[in-house]
């Protein structure tokens, strides 16, 4: 991460950068099993959480993570900020800038605001997700997740169920899988795929193969990512019918027979059970779920170190 400011998507990390925010999570985790999770590494910084959009995983790990490298922290949600008597974004990431911020982690629901924050302020940005279009520490975590269980990421076949079209973690998984030799499948209903036959390029994201059917999909899969339907983000009538997308997509016991017997199960969450995975699913031995969302203050903290420089390894 050398030179680096901010951290927008994975599109412009290289396999380097990623491997060294997974080592450097390594180390993060390490520290999060001593009695008092806590070193000096970020004091004398402040982390800024700034969340215009609902966060339960992503909010709460970065304030973990900050605190746990002994930065101040300060969260701030559109509500009751100034945003409401009509304070442009800028104006205020400004605002918090002048006000000692060193690190905005942001999310927001129009694709792109981190970038234009970004142009704008000294302070490095952390992009915890924009719209439709990328949440680069959720893929990060999902890497550094995949890595624990198999020792590696290169060569598996990685198969992204679901609402592909409007989720934000599949389009930056794509660029952390991919770049990582992984081998990655979405698969979902033709409404709810990047419009495009066959595979993913010139949509902006590199080449995978898309399909959907399920089945077919999963046969031999290593991982299997669930997605959540984006209802808040999805046009009416791109569904038939609920019934419907839970009987030809819902990840079950009966479909997961078709995928490598050590295969994983993952979701970035919120989970809708019963609808993009069934409650045993969630719930077996298989699933990693709650994995995903412990490793996430490890990997968050090793950005927010290397970021702020506190490595030498910057
Ligand atoms: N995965 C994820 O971004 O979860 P939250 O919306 O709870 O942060």
């Not at 990582?180 to 193969?209: E, F, K, M």
Request: glycine share 8%.
């Amino acid at each position: 991460m050398v030179g680096r400011k901010d951290v927008l998507d994975l599109n412009d990390f290289t396999a380097a950068e990623i491997e060294q925010v997974l080592r450097t999570a390594d180390a993060m985790r390490e520290i999060l099993t001593r009695p008092i999770k806590r070193v000096p590494a970020l004091r004398g910084k402040t982390v800024v959480n700034l969340f215009f959009e609902p966060s339960t995983r992503t909010r709460v790990s970065f304030e973990l993570a900050a605190k746990a490298l002994s930065a101040d922290v300060v969260n701030i949600s559109a509500s009751g900020s100034s945003v409401e008597k009509g304070e442009s974004l800028v104006d205020t990431v400004r605002t918090l800038q002048a006000l000692g911020a060193d690190v905005v982690v942001m999310r927001h629901s129009q694709s792109g605001a981190p970038y234009l924050v970004a142009q704008q302020v000294q302070a490095s940005v952390i992009n915890a997700g924009d719209g439709w279009h990328a949440h680069p520490t959720q893929a990060l975590l999902d890497l550094y997740t995949v890595r624990e269980h198999f020792g590696r990421i290169a060569g598996l076949r990685v198969v992204i169920v679901g609402d592909i079209l409007h989720s934000r973690v599949a389009r930056s998984n794509v660029w952390g899988f991919t770049r990582l030799g992984a081998h990655v499948v979405l698969c979902g209903p033709p409404t709810l795929l990047p419009p495009l036959d066959g595979h993913t390029d010139g949509y902006g994201l590199p080449p995978v193969a898309v399909c959907t059917d399920l089945e077919a999909a999963l046969e031999g899969a290593d991982v299997v990512m669930a997605l959540r339907l984006q209802r808040e983000r999805q046009q009416a009538g791109l569904l038939p019918s609920l019934r419907e997308y839970i009987a030809r997509y819902q990840i079950t016991a009966e479909r997961l027979r078709r995928t490598a017997p050590h295969a994983i199960v993952m979701h970035p969450g919120p989970l809708n059970e019963g609808v993009e995975i069934a409650p045993d699913v969630a719930r077996s031995d298989r699933s990693v779920i709650e994995q995903q969302v412990t490793n996430g203050v490890a990997v968050r903290m090793a950005l927010l170190y290397l970021l702020t420089g506190a490595s030498d390894e910057r």
